[in-house]
C-alpha cells in the first residue's frame, strides 16, 4: 500500500506552534524534541485512514488528512510512553525524547541517575502533549458536530483499550504468569491492533459517512490485521535480517519479552533451551541462535507463521464483506507479508 502524504502545514505545524508558545527554554526544547521523535516512521496508519476514505467515497481530503495527522499524533504519544516504559533511549536510530533530554542532562553535569529521572520525565509529558494534541485536532475538525462526536467516542475507546493492552503487556514482563498463546495474542490485540488498525479504518468510515453497520465489521477487520501485524513484528525481531528491517534481533530476547513464540515455546520439549537465555541482558550472539534453533525445531516458528497467514486469510474473508476495502486491505496484506516471501 502506496504511503499518502500527511497534510504537511498540519502535523509540523503542531510541533512549531507548541515551540513558539513554549514559556521558557526547556518547554522549547522539549517541542523541539517532540518534533524530531515524530519525523519518520512508514506513516502507516494516516495511510490506512485515507485509503479506506477513499475506497468509500470520501470527497473532502482535507478533512481527512486532518483527522489522518490525529491518528498519526496519537501514535506518537503511545511511542513517547511505550519508550518510557521500556526504558528505551533510542527508536528509528536515534535518540528518542527520553535520550535526547538524558543527555541534555548529562550535558548540564548531572549524576547518570538524575539525568535518567530527567529523560523519562521528558518522555512521559511530551506523550500527555501530543495525546492532548490529537484529541484537539479530532475536536477541531472542520465538519458536522455529530461526526466530531462520533471520532472522539472512537479515539475514547481506542485510548481505554490500548491503555489496558499496554499495561497487561508489562505484566507479562513481570514473570510471574504463564500466559498461554491465546493470552498473548489478546494482548496483542488491544496493545496494537486497536489503535494501529481499528481506529483508522473506523474513522475513514465515519468521515466517508459510510453506515454505521459497518463500523463493527471494520474493527473485526482491524483487529485480525492487527494481529498479523504484531505477529510478523515478533518473527522479525528473532529471525528477520537486520540490515532490511532495521530492528534488533536480540533485543526481544534479551528483554525477556513474552511474544506469541515464547507462549508457543512454553508446551514444547524447546522450552528449557529457550527459558535458559530468555531475559539474559548479556545474551550473546551465539547463544541467541541455539534460541531460534530450538524456536524452529519445536515448531514455535512455523506455529506463529501459519498464525500470521490465517489472521491475513481471515481478514481478507472479511473485507470481502464491506466493498470497496476489500482492495485496500488486499494492498496491505501483500505488503505485510512481503518480508518472509509468504502467500497466504
Given at each position: ?14 510541533f ?7 514559556a ?34 470520501g ?21 513517547m ?20 533530554f ?80 491465546a ?14 488498525f ?85 545474551l ?17 516458528r ?43
Open positions: 500500500m502506496t504511503a499518502q502524504v500527511l497534510d504537511r502545514q498540519t502535523f509540523p505545524a503542531f512549531a506552534a507548541g515551540a513558539a508558545g513554549a521558557d527554554a526547556e518547554s522549547r526544547a522539549l517541542w523541539d524534541a517532540m518534533a524530531g521523535a515524530s519525523a519518520g516512521g512508514k506513516r502507516l496508519r494516516p495511510t490506512l485512514l485515507l485509503a479506506t476514505y477513499d475506497a468509500l467515497g470527497t473532502r481530503a482535507d478533512v481527512a488528512r486532518h483527522v489522518a495527522d490525529a491518528v498519526e499524533l496519537l501514535h506518537t504519544a503511545f511511542v510512553h511505550d519508550d518510557v516504559i521500556d526504558h528505551d533511549l533510542h527508536r528509528r536510530g536515534r535518540p528518542n525524547v527520553s535520550g535526547a538524558e543527555a541534555r542532562g548529562r550535558a548540564a553535569g548531572a549524576s547518570a541517575p538524575r539525568a535518567h529521572r530527567y529523560g523519562q520525565a521528558a518522555g512521559i509529558l511530551a506523550g500527555d502533549l501530543a495525546l492532548v494534541g490529537a484529541a484537539r485536532l479530532i475536536a477541531t475538525t472542520d465538519t458536522d458536530r455529530g461526526t466530531v462526536a462520533r471520532l472522539l467516542a472512537l479515539l475514547d475507546e481506542t485510548v481505554r483499550v490500548t491503555a489496558g493492552g499496554e499495561l497487561g503487556d508489562v505484566r507479562l514482563g513481570l514473570g510471574v504468569d504463564d500466559p498461554s498463546l493470552e498473548v495474542l489478546t494482548v496483542e490485540e488491544h496493545k496494537t491492533a486497536v489503535y494501529s481499528s481506529l483508522p479504518m473506523q474513522a475513514g468510515a465515519v468521515l466517508a459517512d459510510a453506515p454505521a453497520d459497518l463500523l463493527p465489521r471494520l474493527d473485526r477487520l482491524g483487529r485480525l490485521l492487527g494481529i498479523a501485524f504484531q505477529l510478523q513484528d515478533d518473527l522479525l525481531g528473532t529471525f528477520g535480517d537486520e540490515a532490511v528491517t532495521g530492528k534488533s534481533t536480540l533485543s526481544d530476547l534479551r528483554e525477556g519479552t513474552v511474544t506469541a513464540l515464547v507462549a508457543h515455546a512454553r508446551t514444547t520439549a524447546a522450552w528449557p533451551v529457550v527459558a535458559l537465555h530468555l531475559g539474559d541482558p548479556d550473546t550472539a551465539a547463544a541467541a541462535d541455539d534460541v531460534r534453533d530450538a524456536l524452529t525445531r519445536s515448531g514455535s512455523q506455529a506463529v507463521e501459519d498464525l500470521v497467514a490465517q489472521h491475513v486469510r481471515e481478514a481478507r474473508l472479511v473485507a470481502r464483506d464491506t466493498g470497496p476495502v476489500a482492495g485496500v486491505v488486499e494492498r496491505l496484506t501483500a505488503d505485510l507479508l512481503a518480508p518472509v516471501g509468504r502467500t497466504p
